[in-house]
């Protein structure tokens, strides 16, 4: 019985005109959303995601729906995660300019602590005083 079905399947499967495949789906229009500067797909953002869909009649605005207060929660801590990244930033080039500064004070010091040349040495280099 085994084997019927086992045949019988694989005979349906190799006339079928179906393929299957194995590789990702891409959604329709995503390359030339892309291109064109849009998101991937049309509810990311854009007007039809972010403006309300109805409104009351005297012409209040209806209440935030969850996707929207969703939306908006995601894109304010995106904004506080680049605002610290950005202080991260400006804090380590301020720290690199300090060390910098300090490795060429150290060195001015080192110069410093060398031996000066003294007697007719002392003369050549300076032939003004």
Not at 11 to 34: D, I, P
Request: with cysteine; net charge positive.
């Amino acid at each position: 019985m085994a084997a019927v079905v086992r045949t019988l399947c694989c005979s349906v499967l190799r006339h079928s005109s179906r393929q299957f495949s194995s590789t990702c789906r891409v959604q329709a229009g995503e390359k030339w959303r892309k291109e064109h500067g849009l998101s991937r797909s049309g509810t990311e953002y854009g007007p039809l995601t972010d403006l309300p869909d109805w409104s009351f009649a005297d012409g209040r605005p209806a209440p935030p729906m969850k996707g929207q207060l969703r939306r908006k929660q995601e894109r304010e801590d995106l904004a506080r995660r680049i605002v610290m990244l950005s202080s991260e930033v400006d804090r380590g080039i301020e720290m690199w300019k300090e060390r910098q500064e300090e490795a060429k004070q150290i060195e001015e010091h080192k110069k410093s602590l060398l031996l000066k040349p003294k007697g007719k040495l002392l003369m050549k280099k300076n032939p003004q005083s």
